[in-house]
């Protein structure tokens, strides 16, 4: 039931802001604008149906780690 309501409120947002942003040309602006919206409705629906989505920390941790190894040894 809370997958159907955020549908619902994902069409009434798109079809309340896309004839703005349609009527503007800015087609740019529309994609990034659809796709952040598509991103937070998989996310709600992950978070509603318990996926195990992974925190974006792990991520940056993995990436800046090293670098922060690096640096301190050179440092040190």
């Known amino acids: 039931m809370k997958i159907f309501?955020?549908?619902?409120?994902?069409i009434v947002i798109l079809?309340?802001?896309?004839?703005?942003?349609?009527r503007n040309k800015a087609l740019?602006?529309?994609?990034?604008?659809?796709?952040?919206?598509?991103?937070?409705?998989?996310?709600?629906?992950?978070?509603v149906l318990d996926w195990n989505i992974p925190s974006p920390l792990l991520l940056i941790s993995k990436i800046y780690d090293p670098i922060s190894n690096a640096i301190f040894n050179y440092l040190s």
Request: proline share 3%.
């Open 28 to 47: 740019k602006e529309s994609i990034i604008y659809v796709a952040i919206l598509v991103i937070g409705d998989l996310l709600f629906i992950g978070l």
């Open 5 to 10: 309501i955020l549908i619902l409120i994902t």
């Open 15 to 22: 079809l309340m802001d896309m004839p703005r942003l349609i």
